[in-house]
């Protein structure tokens, strides 16, 4: 008598349970559907909706309609004189400026937020760069490169496409007839789902986020105009809009334009990264060091604050009183500078 009174009231728990289970799953989807319900509405009436975590750009720290896990693409980008004006610069959410050769930069472009179909001119790889572009595990694009660097991308493991093996080709690369190489070389981002797919890389990555916070955790010095001296010959400057609460740039007292629009280049974080440069060979190429620390200056929303840069993990990050030192959302252009005579100002 008593195993059918228990047979009977184990029956009468799992039946209570099954019941509670299909109803949490009911209202679970009723609200999701709630959801979707009112992001159509709002959206219908032009209306901002609501963006969980998971659906923020990590480079950038701003709200994304979709899903964030594409793959970054990093790009080698000219900028030598004969080169200006960019294409593909304004949208990109980090830009790296580093020295080349001789007196002469050259930018590391990572793309996430924004794709652009068209980035360039696209210009050979250097050692450094294809590290900093590790750190973020994106696809490394470039232009050629002396036989041994070609080599020490390929050991290096990174993912990479070669324009030298595409030249031309009107589905990954095509070189414009208004300029002379080695300033005409142009990426076709069209192309890149094809390159993928054929190399065997992986077309999404998780993307750990940059840390962000609406506003600076410290208070530096009035930036509202900014001055980085690569060399007598090299310069570049930053100039504060108070309006947008961005910084314009501009390169040896010329504004930083895109070429097709005319659009100025304005970035909400500028960090300056000093650190030792040697020279190597008779063609002027370097050895940067991205791996000690130092000294830095980090300049958002109308000043500036000096830092300690420190390589985690492969990035190169802001750091005071040994706590990371957060960007605010959107663009960040990150320039690194030789420790002499890297010269920095603000006004």
């Given at each position: ?74 790009v080698m980008v000219n900028n030598h004189s004969d080169a200006r004006p960019q294409t593909g610069l304004s949208k990109a959410d980090i830009v790296y400026e580093v020295l080349a050769e001789g ?194 200056y980090l300049v958002q929303q109308g000043q500036m604050i000096e830092v300690e840069w420190k390589n985690k993990g492969g990035r190169i990050l802001p750091f005071k009183d040994g706590e990371a ?23």
């Amino acid at each position: 008598m008593r195993k059918i009174v228990w047979l009977i009231l184990a029956a009468i728990i799992m039946f209570v349970l099954t019941a509670c289970a299909n109803s949490a799953e009911d209202d679970s989807k009723q609200e999701h559907q709630d959801k979707e319900e009112t992001k159509i509405e709002k959206e219908g009436k032009g209306e901002a909706t609501e963006t969980s975590d998971e659906n923020v750009y990590p480079l950038t720290g701003e709200p994304a309609d979709g899903l964030v896990d594409h793959r970054i693409l990093s790009v080698m980008v000219n900028n030598h004189s004969d080169a200006r004006p960019q294409t593909g610069l304004s949208k990109a959410d980090i830009v790296y400026e580093v020295l080349a050769e001789g007196p002469i930069t050259r930018f590391l472009a990572l793309f996430h937020s924004e794709i652009p179909e068209v980035v360039g001119p696209v210009r050979s790889a250097r050692p450094y760069y294809f590290k900093l572009a590790s750190g973020y595990d994106a696809l490394y694009v470039y232009h050629g490169a002396a036989a041994f660097i070609n080599e020490m991308v390929k050991d290096s493991g990174i993912d990479f496409a070669d324009g030298a093996l595409h030249d031309n080709d009107g589905k990954l690369f095509k070189r414009s007839t208004d300029r002379k190489a080695p300033h005409n070389s142009y990426l076709l981002t069209s192309g890149l789902d094809a390159l993928l797919e054929k190399k065997g890389y992986d077309s999404s990555k998780e993307v750990e986020p940059l840390p962000f916070a609406d506003k600076p955790a410290f208070d530096g010095q009035s930036a509202q105009q900014v001055r980085v001296a690569y060399d007598e010959l090299e310069t570049v400057s930053y100039t504060y809009d108070p309006e947008s609460g961005q910084y314009k740039r501009s390169s040896d007292g010329e504004p930083t334009i895109e070429k097709e629009t005319n659009e100025r280049v304005a970035v909400d974080n500028v960090f300056i990264v000093k650190t030792e440069h040697q020279v190597v060979d008779d063609a002027g190429r370097r050895e940067i060091d991205l791996k000690s620390g130092g000294e830095g200056y980090l300049v958002q929303q109308g000043q500036m604050i000096e830092v300690e840069w420190k390589n985690k993990g492969g990035r190169i990050l802001p750091f005071k009183d040994g706590e990371a030192v957060s960007f605010v959302p959107g663009k960040t252009w990150v320039n690194i500078v030789p420790d002499q005579p890297g010269i920095v100002t603000a006004e």
